[in-house]
Structures are given as C-alpha cells and as structure tokens.
C-alpha cells in the first residue's frame, strides 16, 4: 500500500530571496521518495529530489536557484506500508515515521535576514494548489542505485516496478492491434488481438455502420502461458476465427466463459471485431465486438469456442434495451450480473442478469469539455472500459475524453471519481485487482509522457505511478495485473502490429497477500459523491499527520534567533543514523528530526 503527504508553504517573510544550494531527505524505513519543488509565477521549479533509502548526506543543487518573497514551497513523500501488520504513526520515535526534506540556502549578506524568526515550516499552506499542482516527476520512483542501496544496509532487492519482456509475436502469430487482456480461472493469459484488422478513419461510416464486415481469419483470442524466469510467453491454445468483426472487449468468467464486445457488430456475446475482454469466475469469455455492436459470452467446450449468448443485433447500431453502438468494455461481478461500457456512441452503462436479461442503465453524455472542468457524476464522454472490486460492490468506468475514473455502486449510485484536470490526461483503461485499481492513457497529451498508475480500490486514492526506462509507452489500450499480483501487463495497439509489455512488482518480501510496493503518485483530486457513505479505508500512515515541510536555517549557531525558549532543530550534535530495523520500542528519540502535524468528437481505438 504506497501513501503520500504534501505539504505547502509561501515564503512571505521579509524580501531577500534565497538561494538553496544543498539539500537532504530523510525518513524511516516506509519511506521511497522525498522530493521539493517551489513555484512562482510561471513555473514549478525541482529543488530537490532523492531516495530517503540511500545514504544520509546533503546532496548538491547542481542549478542557481532563486526563491523570491510569495513563492510557494511545496514538498512530498511517498510511503510503502504494504510489509506492515500494524498501524504506525507519524511522530518522532524510531517505531514512528517521518519525513523530512532540509534544504542549505545562502542570501545576499547585505540584504536583511529572510527568515528572521526560524526557517521550518510549521503549517499548511495553499493545499488545493499543491494537491493539483505538485509535478508528478516529484512522486516518481528514481533508477535504481545498488552500491547505494548496499551502503545503506538495504535487502538488496529491487522494490517498485521493472520492465519484464516486450512481446510483439506469440507462437509464431504476430500481434495486430492488442484491444483487450484478461487472465483466466488458471492464470493463463488470454490476448485478445485484431490480427491484421485496424481501426482507422474509414473503418466505419457517418452512421456508425461497419465498411468491412467480412469477419477476421484468424484466431484473434489467443491463450498463453508464462515460463521461465524471464516469464515469456508461450501458446497454449488459439481460437476466434471467424468470428469477431472488430475486437474491443473481453471477460472471463470463473467458469471459463468468455464475454467479448465487437463494436463492429454492435454487439455483447457470451464468447465478432473484438475490443475488450473480461473474464467470470467460471472461466467464461465476455468479449465487445465495436464491429458488429454486440456483446458476447462464450464458452471453451472441447477445445473449441462456443457461443452461449448474444446482447445487441449484428451491424445495426441503436441506443435501446436490445441494441449497442460500438460497445468498448464489459465486466462481469461474482453475482454473474453482467456490465457493459456503451461508449463509442451512447455514453452509457447498462446493466444485464446473468441470462442476458436487461435490468438498469445509467449514463448521459457531455462532450468538448475535458480538461476545462470537472463534470457532474454519472455524465460521460466515452465510458472505455468498466471492472468490478472484488466483491463487485463497486464499479471502476474509465471516463476517457473526461480524464478521469468514476466509481460506482452495483446499483448505478455514484461514489467518486479520480481525476487529473491539470494533464487532462484521458485514461482509456482501468482494472481492479488485489484491493488496487489500475489505470493507464492511451496517448500523450499536453506534453506529458504515458504512465501507468495505481489507486487503492476502496479508499479511491493515487498511489503510484510507473512508465519503462529503456522505451516509451505507445499506445497503451488495456492493462492487466496476474492473479499472484506480481506482474503487470500492457497491451498497445500499432499502426505496424501491437505489443504486450510485461512490467514486474517488486516486494521487500515475498509474502502472499501483501500489497505490492510502488514508485510515484500521480497529482490527482479526489471528489466523492454527496451524501455517500462510501467507506473510506484509512491508510496505514493516518491522514490525521501532515507531511512536515522542513526548511533548515543552516548557518553559523551565534545567528540563530529564537523566540522565548524556542529550540533550533540544529541546536544538536549533528545528524544520527538512520535506523532502519523500525523497533517495537519508543526509547530512540530520534532527535535529529522534527515532525510537525497538522489535522485534516471522433473517438476510435
């Protein structure tokens, strides 16, 4: 479970600018990334950043900054709790964390004193604008640094997440256009690809109609199997030929059915072009054709594929109670109710039982305003994928065009939303597993490269985020996480051909049932419905406790000033080691930190 605290505060007293010149984080042993950032009127500007695992020392500002009266200082840290069994506060103790950011600075010596009473700051300020502000390179994961992290007394093991393999071809059958993943009943993964169909411009006409609808040759659902230590993939089964018109959807069940969503057809059938796929408990197939506008469940007998139902008429779009128009993703909960993303066209969720029986549909559609507001709950501007928690209580609906998740009750009611107005950064899919929602863009925008990221599923709240090193995110258009939560796996689509990047969990230990450890968190705000009761998950690190921003006034002792008995946090010998063993006991006072609290269109693809 990763947390993070912000903590603002506007330089105001006296006008002699600063200049920072070194600085040092520190926190126990939870704590991942320390950084600080300052802003003025153009800008946000890295102060600093560092692993607070690494060696304590002060590291050098390699930049000439200048930090002038009514900037704003902000700082963050970013926590892994997910090894602890027990609640742990914020306080200064060695059972406690903390998290401390100290910066040396310099000024003019002719001008006046910036800081005359003490430079530490002690409230927060301005936290509407650092919570939606606060640049996301700040809560990001740094490389690995093993002599580092070797001096430092650490396992040894990488924490966070790696890049595994880069598949562009499975059994000797190149990938076309990679439109859904979905992990069956025996934690094979099932790639649900479009072979040589793509989806372009002149794929479908003014009226949403399908030009080609001759069905793909080749076997689009594709079964694998991960081997060996580089966990690559090999075919176990293949099937879907002739079948599917344009793939988008797909589910599985934990019978073993298969639900697809064919957006050429217009249809939703229990296992026509495919777009996503979801899997039952019963090992069922759900896939979305947006080809055919159909929904369907299928079913594997004797090797083969079976069709066990159908939602939508083939290659007629419509916005009734027995017709889609292109729709994208479908979720099925334990109850076997089935969910279905209308979204290409109708901006709208329906709800079946699990005989394909209509029970409900919510929904409306704003368009044109992304990025400028917030949009009411409930409205939409293409609902790309849905998934269910693990209990199916919630629903999590990728709300592409308006940048944001929308959180649901199984009933339709609305509970909350995560969103990230400030990119406006559009996330095509999102997935549920292991008490996490996982949630990716499908193409860069603004400036802003792709990343992949990761909210706690019941408390709704940014943990981290993660992108590759050694390449960049394409375009990403499903993400999966394996049942073990141990590997993540992202599916693109390509003009040449899509690609399956696998990226790997890294724990500090190898327990079964822990939540995984994470990189970064993403500069999101959290808005929950009004009047819900939905139940928040307190973190580990309780959000009673502020995020100390600490500033040390770094000069020579006879110019420090206090106010009556006020002590200096450099009125001491020096810094103390970082304890890293987090004893039961409370007898290390930790004296050399300070912890200072504070309460609480054309859409395709």
């Known amino acids: 479970m990763i947390d993070f605290f912000r903590f603002g505060y506007r330089k105001r007293l006296g006008d002699t600018p600063i200049h920072p010149f070194a600085f040092r984080t520190h926190t126990h042993g939870m704590g991942r990334v320390v950084s600080a950032f300052y802003k003025n009127a153009t800008a946000w500007t890295l102060i600093g950043k560092r692993n607070p695992q690494w060696p304590q020392l002060f590291e050098p500002i390699g930049a000439n900054l200048t930090i002038s009266n009514g900037d704003l200082m902000a700082a963050t840290c970013v926590f892994d709790s997910s ?58 994961l740094l490389p690995p640094h093993p002599d580092w992290e070797h001096k430092a007394h650490q396992s040894g093991k990488p924490f966070g997440v790696t890049e595994g393999s880069v598949t562009t071809s499975i059994g000797g059958i190149k990938l076309g256009q990679v439109s859904a993943l979905s992990f069956d009943s025996f934690g094979n993964l099932v790639v649900f690809h479009r072979a040589d169909r793509l989806w372009d411009d002149s794929s ?159 929904g409306q559609p704003n368009y044109g305003m992304s990025g400028l507001e917030v949009q009411s709950l409930g409205s939409f501007s293409l609902p790309h994928d849905i998934v ?33 107005p ?108 009004e009047n819900s009761s939905f139940p928040l998950m307190l973190i580990v690190l309780l959000t009673l406790i502020a995020l100390p921003c600490l500033v040390v006034y770094i000069y020579r002792r006879k110019r420090l000033i206090r106010l009556g008995k006020q002590q200096s946090v450099l009125d001491r010998a020096g810094f103390k080691p970082l304890r890293t063993d987090d004893p039961e006991s409370t007898d290390d006072e930790s004296e050399d930190d300070t912890i200072i609290a504070r309460q609480k269109s054309d859409h395709r693809f």
């Open 388 to 420: 269910a928690n693990d209990d199916g209580s919630l629903l999590y609906i990728a709300d592409r065009e308006n940048a944001r998740i929308q959180i649901f009750r199984s009933t339709g009611q609305p509970v909350g939303q995560i969103v990230n």
């Open 422 to 529: 400030a990119n406006s950064t559009a996330f095509w899919n999102v997935y549920s597993a292991h008490y996490h929602i996982y949630f990716i863009p499908g193409e860069p925008r603004n400036g802003v490269r792709v990343r992949a990221f990761s909210a706690h599923a019941e408390a709704a709240r940014v943990q981290y985020s993660f992108e590759p090193t050694s390449y960049q995110f394409l375009r990403p258009h499903t993400l999966r996480a394996s049942a073990d939560g141990r590997y993540i796996y992202v599916g693109e689509l390509g003009q040449n051909g899509g690609r399956i990047l696998q990226f790997i969990i890294h724990r500090d230990s190898e327990e079964a049932g822990q939540d995984t450890a994470g990189l970064a968190s993403l500069h999101t705000h959290l808005n929950y419905a």
């Open 204 to 362: 479908f006409d003014a009226e949403n109609i399908l030009h080609e609808q001759t069905a793909i040759a080749d076997d689009v659902i594709l079964v694998t199997q991960t081997n060996g230590p580089n966990r690559t993939m090999s075919l176990l089964s293949k099937h879907g030929s002739g079948k599917f018109f344009m793939p988008h959807g797909l589910t599985i069940d934990q019978q073993n059915d298969y639900y697809t969503t064919d957006v050429g057809s217009h249809q939703v059938i229990k296992f026509f072009m495919p777009h996503g796929l979801t899997i039952d408990q019963q090992n069922d197939y759900y896939t979305t054709d947006v080809g055919s506008h159909q929904v369907i469940k299928w079913t594997l007998s004797q090797g083969s594929l079976a069709e066990v139902f159908v939602l939508g008429e083939k290659f007629v779009p419509g916005s009734d109670q027995q017709h889609f128009c292109k729709p994208a993703g479908v979720a099925v909960t334990v109850d076997g109710n089935i969910y279905v993303a209308d979204g290409y066209c109708n901006n709208r969720i329906v709800k079946f039982d699990r005989n394909g029986k209509f029970l409900a549909q919510w």
């Open 83 to 140: 090894m602890q069994k027990t609640v742990v506060h914020m306080g200064n103790t060695g059972a406690d964390e903390m998290c401390n950011f100290y910066m040396m600075f310099y000024w003019d010596a002719t001008a006046p004193d910036p800081f005359p009473y003490g430079a530490v700051c002690g409230m927060q300020e301005e936290q509407a604008v650092v919570n939606k502000e606060y640049p996301i390179d700040g809560v990001t």
